[in-house]
């Protein structure tokens, strides 16, 4: 079992930056990929970066490349995501999850957290 605790949303203008903190209980957590996701009102769930046990693979949405960086501490059982250069499109609920294989598909993530807010006013 894997408890995922989300922190560090919030309001930021356009062109602002956030940095979002998942915290992992269990001592599992490095047998883990990590994936972060985010939910617009009347969307779908969507995956927005993806990152591997160790920590050498990284995967990013279209839309976020360039300007969120995913990374990990296994030392800490944390999984961020950087956020930078926001834009209004970027508001969403932002949840980390975790899953035994590095995939951007929703079904394969088995542990998730309750999610942050972020909103991005233009």
């Known amino acids: 079992q894997v408890q995922l605790v989300e922190s560090g949303g919030g309001l930021v203008q356009a062109g602002g930056s956030l940095r979002l903190s998942c915290a992992a209980s269990?001592?599992?957590?490095?047998?883990?990929?990590m994936g972060w996701f985010r939910q617009a009102p009347g969307l779908e769930r969507e995956n927005v970066a993806q990152?591997?046990?160790?920590?050498?693979?990284?995967n990013y949405a279209d839309s976020v490349k360039g300007r969120f960086t995913i990374s990990r501490d296994n030392a800490k059982n944390t999984v961020s995501l950087q956020m930078n250069s926001l834009k209004p499109e970027d508001t969403a609920v932002y949840y980390c999850?975790?899953?035994?294989?590095?995939?951007?598909?929703?079904?394969?993530?088995?542990?998730w957290g309750q999610g942050t807010q972020v909103t991005v006013s233009s």
């Open positions: 269990g001592r599992t957590f490095s047998s883990y990929a």
């Open positions: 990152i591997s046990r160790g920590g050498a693979i990284t």
């Open positions: 999850a975790a899953g035994r294989s590095l995939t951007m598909a929703r079904r394969e993530y088995e542990y």
